[in-house]
């Protein structure tokens, strides 16, 4: 089975604190993926990644950066949390080569609340 | 971004009922993918399409890719209480992004 785990279901900050969201894959993923989900707003898509050190932005990357050293991890970096931030945090990643996706697979979610 | 009109918003329904939503778009896509998430968790991919017309099954769930190709379907025969949950589609075009609905609540009346 697929596994994509995330480093915390829950996290609390305070404004201005730089937080680090982690995303481990055990499937050999090529294509991992961020989101933020909202209610009403749906999942947006923040950054994502083809490969190894590859990154391209999303429909909502402004606050955030991502980090992917390694093939199975992909960390998402808010530089300064802001209130605006608190949300649900969804990481996803697929098996397929760069340039098509489908059958993303989600991780738990990390709900951040920004205080 | 563009999301996916997805509908009923909500749905409540009494065990052993038979549910159906559908998901709309304005454009085509080449593959869709029906999801389910529940509370406090990361969806779940419950079935996948990839042609127009395919009808795939998983168990009690029927999904459906449009002829159109922009649209899909989702059925559940004989509801049971742990079908509780949202449930979204997604289209890709074939390139690295998903195109999410907005979503289908179902609630089980017990």
């Known amino acids: 089975d697929v596994k994509v785990t995330q480093s915390s279901r829950y996290l609390v900050k305070r404004t201005g604190e730089k937080v680090f969201l982690e995303c481990v894959q055990d499937?050999?993923?090529?294509?991992m993926f961020w989101y933020r989900q909202d209610p009403g707003l749906g999942l947006r898509l923040i950054y994502f990644?083809?490969?190894?050190?590859?990154?391209e932005k999303g429909d909502i990357p402004e606050g955030y950066s991502v980090s992917r050293e390694k093939k199975e991890r992909f960390s998402l970096i808010l530089e300064s949390a802001s209130t605006n931030q608190t949300s649900m945090y969804l990481c996803?990643?697929?098996?397929?080569?760069?340039?098509?996706?489908?059958?993303?697979?989600f991780g738990p979610g990390t709900r951040l609340t920004v205080t | 971004g563009q999301q996916l009109n997805q509908s009923p918003q909500s749905m409540f329904i009494q065990e052993g009922e038979d549910v159906s939503m559908n998901c709309t778009s304005s454009?085509?896509?080449?593959?869709w993918l029906w999801y389910k998430q529940e509370p406090g968790e990361g969806p779940v991919l419950l079935i996948a399409?990839?042609?127009?017309?395919e009808l795939t099954s998983n168990g009690r769930l029927t999904a459906q890719f449009g002829i159109t190709r922009k649209d899909s379907f989702l059925n559940i025969s004989a509801s049971i209480p742990s079908d509780v949950g949202i449930y979204f589609c997604?289209?890709?075009?074939?390139?690295?992004?998903?195109?999410f609905g907005t979503g289908t609540r179902l609630t089980i009346i017990p």
């Open positions: 996803a990643s697929t098996r397929t080569p760069m340039g098509f996706s489908y059958e993303q697979y």
């Open positions: 499937m050999d993923h090529e294509n």
């Open positions: 990644s083809y490969d190894v050190k590859m990154k």
């Open positions: 454009s085509i896509f080449n593959t």
């Open positions: 399409l990839y042609k127009a017309g």
């Open positions: 997604a289209g890709s075009r074939g390139n690295e992004k998903l195109t």
